[in-house]
């Protein structure tokens, strides 16, 4: 089997929630989708999909088609299913930009699980889960507003709750505790700073909410001082943006400097790569959220068959990030049912999109 042509489509996804706000006064109405087309000789077509938010990883929404159209001209004739080879003819095309790597991963994935008339979920592993839980995400807002806003997401079925902080100490005290005080037994609670903090505002904050049970993902920019903070606090600490490769991790492990880890494809490359830092991840007990920056339909199915093969033990939660928009480009994404996302069943990726949806192609490379 050889890859024949490889094509990109654009797609505005904008926010169900109006404006998406984190720390630093970053926001967000609308990401721009990049969708991947993979096309092969034995009438087998997969599909990727990377969509970066602006000012939040390094990495660069509408320069992802343009690395696409420079990794696929290396990649036509070449064996999709072969992974790691894929991969070694991508890295050896650009050094970096693994969001731009991520969608011509996934789509050879898709292709691979077609050919072998299996979900991709069974490549990665088996899947353990019938359903894997979900957290949503609450936009930062004042706090009765927060508090508010987790109440709809329950109703809708979710029990964990990652608020977007990352602000002044004394601000994110109060939102803390007005969702804290709205959480119903069980439920979960998670403060994403985004890198917002210093060490000290971290630390501030943390010695104001010490009787909260509040998991602090990535309290500040750099690997140091989050691991910094995590010695000095009682808290369990998720890390997420500073945690870019494989090396980064063993250090981290070796430091005993994370409880949790945000296992984003696209930061890592793709599901090959993503796969290897989730492995790691199990050997070490290290508990994960599986998930992606942001996306439609061909996220959410990645991040399903990935998060459906992660085992019990380490499995946090998960998200359907193709619900936080209100433009679908497939009938056919992940279900969601009580809180919780159901992957699909079907060989490969098991989503197709909706081309009319999609539109004319960016570029078509043959």
Same mark, same amino acid.
């Given at each position: 089997?050889?890859?024949t042509a490889?094509r990109a ?5 904008p926010?169900v929630g109006?404006t998406?706000?984190?720390s ?11 969708v991947v087309?993979?096309e092969?000789?034995a009438?087998i077509?997969?599909?990727g ?7 939040y990883?390094?990495?660069?929404g509408?320069?992802v088609?343009k690395?696409?159209e420079?990794l ?6 070449a ?10 003819l991508?890295?050896r095309?650009i050094?970096?930009?693994t ?8 789509a050879?994935?898709d292709i691979l699980g077609k050919a072998?008339g299996l ?5 990665l592993g088996g899947?353990?889960h019938?359903a894997m ?6 936009p930062?807002?004042?706090p009765?507003e927060?508090a508010?806003l987790a109440a ?6 979710y029990?964990q709750?990652q608020?977007k902080s990352?602000?002044?100490? !004394? ?9 804290a005080d709205?959480?119903e037994?069980g ?5 994403d700073a =985004?890198?917002g903090?210093?060490?000290e505002? !971290?630390?501030?904050?943390?010695r104001a909410?010490?009787?909260?049970d509040?998991?602090?993902?990535q309290?500040?920019d750099?690997y140091?001082?989050c691991?910094?903070v995590?010695?000095?606090?009682g808290? !369990? ?6 945690i870019?490769?494989m090396t980064?991790?063993q250090?981290?492990i070796a430091d ?6 945000s296992?984003k494809i696209?930061r890592?490359?793709?599901l090959?790569?993503a796969?290897?830092?989730?492995d790691?991840c199990t050997? !070490?007990?290290i508990?994960?959220?599986?998930e992606?920056v942001?996306?439609?339909a061909?996220v959410?199915?990645?991040v399903?068959?990935?998060?459906a093969s ?7 939660n998960?998200?359907?990030?193709? =619900?936080y928009?209100?433009?679908?480009f497939?009938?056919d994404?992940?279900d ?5 996302l159901?992957?699909?069943e ?8 909706d081309?009319?949806?999609l539109g004319?192609?960016?570029f078509?490379?043959t």
């Open positions: 089997m050889k890859i490889i489509y654009h797609v505005a996804l926010y109006g998406y706000s984190w630093g006064g970053y926001s967000v109405s609308e990401a721009l989708s990049t087309e993979v092969t000789d009438g077509t997969g599909y999909e990377s969509c970066p938010l602006p000012n990883l390094q990495a660069y509408e320069g088609p690395g696409v420079t696929g001209a290396a990649l036509i004739g064996d999709p299913r072969e992974l790691d080879r894929i991969n070694r991508m890295d095309t050094i970096g930009h969001y731009a790597k991520s969608p011509i991963d996934v050879c994935w072998c979900p991709v979920y069974t490549l899947r353990f019938d839980p979900m957290y949503r995400a609450v930062q807002r004042q009765d927060m508010g709809e997401f329950r109703a809708e079925g029990r709750f608020l990352g602000g002044a100490p !004394a601000d994110e005290i109060a939102r803390i505790r007005a969702v709205s959480l037994p439920e979960i609670l998670i403060a =985004n890198r903090w210093t060490r505002g !971290a630390l501030r904050v943390a909410v010490a009787d909260v509040v998991i602090f993902e309290p500040c750099g140091d001082a691991r910094s995590r010695r000095r606090i808290h !369990a600490v998720k890390l997420d943006e500073c870019t490769d980064v991790l250090r981290a005993d400097a994370l409880d949790m880890l296992v696209s890592f490359g793709g090959t790569a796969r290897r830092i989730r790691m050997a !070490a007990e508990e994960m959220t599986v992606d942001w996306g439609g061909v959410s199915a990645a399903a068959h990935l998060a992660t085992q019990p033990e380490v499995m946090k998960t998200t359907d990030l193709h =619900n928009n209100t433009v679908h497939a009938s994404a992940p969601v049912r009580d809180g919780c159901v992957p699909p079907r060989p490969g990726l098991g989503v197709t999109p081309m009319d949806v004319a192609p960016l078509e490379i």
